[in-house]
């Protein structure tokens, strides 16, 4: 029987996903604790309905990535003589900027606070395997 996973199933498969199963684990099991429903001409049409959704959401995720890496952002930090910076830019630091730049749903990929002056690039996570990169200029005052 073709069913339409509502949850994910160790074993069978994760959510909104088509699977067949055996007639009698389908109704006496997946559908009795909705955890799946028939795969019927509604099962269809939710599933199509969800991948659409799925896919506009996943296309504002890259437009937003393509808009990300066209934009530098930049911080001032003080510095000593010999070039020698005071103080890092932080993960919680670069957040920010990008919630004024409108950019609520990424996270950041930063293991270390950025110490060094000059250019870096900083992996941003969105949501749904979409991946972009953040370039962060830092100069001295």
């Not at 959401?57 to 010999?82: D, S």
């Not at 293991?111 to 900083?122: F, S, Y």
């Amino acid at each position: 029987m073709l069913v339409l996973l509502t949850a994910d199933v160790r074993g069978v498969g994760r959510r909104h996903e088509l699977k067949e199963v055996a007639d009698g684990y389908a109704r006496n099991f997946l559908i009795a604790k909705k955890l799946a429903i028939p795969a019927d001409e509604k099962g269809i049409a939710t599933k199509t309905e969800h991948d659409l959704k799925e896919k506009v959401e996943i296309g504002k995720y890259q437009n937003e990535a393509r808009k990300l890496e066209k934009q530098v952002f930049t911080f001032t930090m003080k510095a000593g003589k010999h070039g020698e910076v005071f103080g890092s830019v932080t993960k919680k630091d670069l957040e920010s900027a990008l919630n004024e730049k409108g950019v609520k749903s990424a996270e950041l990929m930063l293991e270390h606070p950025i110490k060094g002056t000059g250019e870096h690039l900083v992996d941003v996570s969105f949501s749904k395997g979409v991946h972009g990169t953040m370039r962060v200029h830092i100069k001295t005052e």
